[in-house]
């Protein structure tokens, strides 16, 4: 079974600052892994995805994400955020072999002017 | 493309009452998901078809919860009877077989009074 963990529930940036959204999972078998965004009474946007190749992927919106195996994390990275970036980021994790989509707790992120 | 489609968008019960949630997902799409998203947390897995057939419904409280997908394309997600606790949104995702993304639904907010 894999599990994913959000290390951070709440991250308020300033505006044009620079954020990382941690997460960590865990797998005894090799995953696919996501990142999605919810805002306000919407449901869940893919954001980016890592299934192979390049560990660093590149997603909508001008963010990115590190894939490193024997960190077993895959964080979120944007160099400079906007006020339109406040949403709940949701991390996920899927084995190779079809498994379920398992999302983390979510991260809150606050971007303020 | 049509996205995947859920109604109703919002729901009121009181609790003891049944309820069902219908979902039609991304034509072509054998994969279909229930998710029960309480406020603050991460979606929950509450079952996954493919096509017609469930491959997981380990977290499914099978005592009020049910679920069909009858030709293996719509979905309906029944709750009898309603808890208070069962107050959440609850998100349909599909996507297509294998390990690709999964496309979610804007949700059915639940309130149970």
């Known amino acids: 079974a894999q599990s994913v963990t959000q290390l951070d529930s709440q991250v308020p940036v300033f505006e044009e600052a620079p954020v990382e959204l941690r997460c960590n999972y865990s797998?005894?078998?090799?995953?696919?892994l996501f990142w999605y965004v919810q805002y306000p009474n919407q449901g869940l946007q893919l954001l980016l995805k890592?299934?192979?190749?390049?560990?660093l992927v590149k997603g909508i919106n001008g963010f990115e994400a590190e894939f490193n195996k024997s960190q077993t994390s895959f964080h979120l990275r944007k160099p400079s955020v906007h006020i339109s970036d406040t949403a709940e980021y949701f991390c996920?994790?899927?084995?190779?072999?079809?498994?379920?989509?398992?999302f983390g707790q979510g991260t809150e992120l606050s971007v303020k002017p | 493309e049509a996205g995947v489609a859920q109604s109703p968008r919002y729901k009121i019960i009181e609790k003891r009452q049944s309820v069902a949630f219908w979902c039609n997902p991304i034509?072509?799409?054998?994969?279909l998901y229930w998710y029960q998203q309480i406020l603050g947390q991460g979606p929950k897995l509450l079952i996954q078809?493919?096509?017609?057939?469930?491959?997981?419904d380990s977290q499914l409280p099978k005592d009020r919860f049910s679920a069909e997908r009858l030709k293996g394309v719509d979905s309906t997600l029944k709750i009898q009877p309603a808890k208070l606790e069962d107050s959440a949104v609850y998100l349909c995702?599909?996507?297509?077989?294998?390990?690709?993304?999964?496309?979610f639904g804007q949700g059915t907010r639940l309130t149970v009074v």
């Open positions: 995702a599909s996507s297509l077989p294998g390990n690709t993304e999964a496309f």
């Open positions: 797998s005894s078998v090799s995953v696919y």
């Open positions: 890592y299934l192979s190749g390049s560990t």
């Open positions: 996920a994790v899927k084995n190779n072999q079809g498994g379920k989509l398992i």
């Open positions: 034509s072509g799409h054998a994969t």
């Open positions: 078809f493919q096509n017609n057939g469930v491959v997981d």
